[in-house]
């Protein structure tokens, strides 16, 4: 999939089926949409070209909500890449985008740079300056610039619920990750640099790599996970899946106040990860976070932790690493 980001970057023989989202989180509605627009692209025989905003528009707009998107702009685009198209815009979202009327947003993006037969987009679809363009306007549009307008209904989930980032926010707070992944449709992702922490899960027989400052993604509610925590393979887009115990939270146990992510790659203590960039990948929640009634007590737990981690991953159940034995700096 070819990624521009910029109008001056598209070709300008460009012709193509469009569709216009921020797609934050790529779940299961998202989908939907695009996979009607490659659809509809294969039929006709042009592109199947997704446009989307960088930064969110709630996160121009609305500063004060504090809006964490769902995930990174770069595992968003390998969501898109995944459904078939043939490329994503990326468009700056900032006033020389937000103040334009509503045909002039169609005419500069639609029509002259991505050259749109049609255009597919959801029944609640709204553009140009505060927001006063919807479908209706768009169907007038595009019959006075030659595009055909495609709205794609029913987007909801077996609950009858509608697909929404929202939803997934709401089970990614709750903790229900699995809740989470079934409306995305893949497992939720964060990222972030490992940092040094206070080295406690070292003593202890089980080293972590710690997450704290600056990451990108939701981070689910506070318990213990199971997950993959997935190394860059340096010269390719693959990654290193490693199975994790991953524990979010404040760390009572120990009175500690600042909430972080740590990951416990099942059976190692030979990682040297801080510096790195690394994504932690999760799969189902094992427990909430608790205090126990000593450290004996906790280890125990954590014992047990690690075996459901490795029956939820596939995996060989690992024994305590011994401290001794941890190599990393």
Aim: glycine fraction near 10%.
């Amino acid at each position: 999939m070819k990624v521009w980001t910029s109008l001056d970057q598209v070709p300008g023989d460009e012709h193509s089926v469009v569709t216009i989202g921020n797609f934050d989180g790529m779940h299961q509605g998202h989908k939907k949409v695009i996979g009607v627009c490659v659809e509809r692209a294969r039929r006709q025989g042009v592109d199947a070209v997704a446009c989307t905003f960088d930064p969110h528009p709630v996160q121009v707009h609305h500063p004060e909500a504090h809006l964490q998107l769902i995930s990174p702009l770069r595992d968003r685009l390998d969501a898109m890449a995944a459904t078939g198209l043939d490329a994503t815009l990326v468009v700056h979202y900032d006033a020389s985008v937000y103040m334009l009327e509503p045909e002039d947003f169609v005419v500069q993006f639609l029509v002259e740079r991505l050259g749109a037969v049609e255009v597919v987009v959801g029944a609640d679809f709204r553009f140009g300056r505060r927001n006063v363009g919807d479908v209706d306007l768009l169907r007038a549009l595009g019959r006075r610039h030659g595009f055909e307008v495609i709205i794609v209904t029913d987007i909801e989930g077996p609950e009858g619920r509608r697909w929404s980032s929202s939803w997934v926010r709401d089970l990614l707070e709750e903790g229900d990750v699995a809740g989470a992944a079934r409306v995305l449709g893949h497992l939720h992702r964060i990222r972030g640099v490992v940092e040094h922490g206070f080295k406690r899960g070292r003593a202890l027989g089980f080293p972590t790599a710690n997450l704290e400052h600056d990451i990108e993604g939701v981070v689910p509610g506070d318990g213990v996970y199971s997950g993959w925590l997935v190394r860059e393979v340096p010269g390719t887009e693959a990654g290193e899946f490693l199975p994790a115990a991953i524990s979010v939270g404040t760390n009572p146990q120990f009175d500690g106040v600042r909430r972080t992510v740590e990951a416990h790659v099942l059976g190692r203590g030979d990682l040297n990860l801080y510096g790195e960039r690394i994504a932690i990948t999760f799969v189902s929640r094992i427990r909430p976070m608790m205090t126990f009634g000593s450290v004996d007590e906790l280890t125990a737990q954590m014992d047990e932790d690690l075996r459901i981690t490795a029956q939820a991953l596939g995996v060989g159940v690992p024994v305590r690493v011994d401290p001794a034995a941890v190599t990393a700096n």
